[in-house]
């Protein structure tokens, strides 16, 4: 879930799992959200991005949902590896308006 | 690699010294950011600039001075930082300044203020 405070939420999940990792945005008139992985010592790396014309979009082994309605986002990943391990945030923006970013949250894999 | 690079990729520093952080997107990008990302908060925008020409800094203290000489480069000089401002520097750049599209990272810049 979306980091609001001191810690970043874990989610730890067996390899070979899905992973479903949530955000929720606050600003209802977003039309934009993306999805970014940063694993340790690295820069935040662009996963997957979505319109608010669309509410699902997948890449490869990842599919991003967004629930308008609640505002929601969530981000799936398939067949879980190690590599996966990184922190995960979602940011929402609108043109005219700067992105805005979530606390993140840490996917660990399980061998 | 996402076409942005950044050096030094860690510094160490005391608060009377002086340095810089050099940013360089190879994306063809005209707008460019500065965000500092601490381990208890979430990424924070401090300075943006579009082709050459800062449109937004987000209250950050003068002993951040970005400089921006041209739309492939970023600097953010540093002088007179606290122990608090110890962070990752991270720089990115997207087509244009908007909310509505990607911006690419750079690795950061991992800065320790003694």
């Known amino acids: 879930g979306e980091s609001v405070g001191l810690h970043l939420p874990t989610l730890s999940v067996q390899e070979g799992d899905n992973s479903i990792i949530n955000c929720a945005y606050s600003?209802?008139?977003?039309?934009?959200f993306i999805w970014y992985k940063q694993e340790s010592g690295k820069g935040p790396q662009f996963i997957i991005d979505?319109?608010?014309?669309?509410d699902k979009r997948q890449g490869q082994r990842v599919t991003v949902l967004l629930n308008k309605t609640v505002k929601h986002l969530s981000l799936q990943i398939a067949a879980t590896q190690p590599g996966d391990s990184a922190v995960y945030f979602c940011a929402e923006g609108q043109a005219g308006n700067m992105l805005t970013f979530g606390g993140g949250t840490r996917l660990m894999v399980k061998p | 690699e996402t076409g942005v690079t950044q050096t030094p990729r860690h510094l160490v520093m005391g608060m009377t010294n002086k340095k810089s952080l050099k940013c360089e997107q190879h994306l063809g990008h005209n707008a460019m950011y500065w965000y500092k990302q601490s381990a208890k908060k979430p990424l924070e925008l401090m300075f943006v600039?579009?082709?050459?020409?800062?449109?937004e800094n987000n209250s950050v203290p003068s002993r951040f001075s970005p400089e921006c000489p041209n739309s492939s480069h970023l600097f953010l000089h540093l002088h007179t930082l606290q122990p608090e401002d110890s962070a990752l520097y991270l720089c990115a750049s997207s087509q244009e300044v908007t909310g509505s599209m990607k911006q690419y990272f750079g690795p950061g810049t991992r800065l320790t203020v003694t």
């Open positions: 600003n209802s008139a977003s039309d934009y």
């Open positions: 600039y579009s082709l050459e020409e800062r449109v």
């Open positions: 979505i319109r608010s014309n669309m």
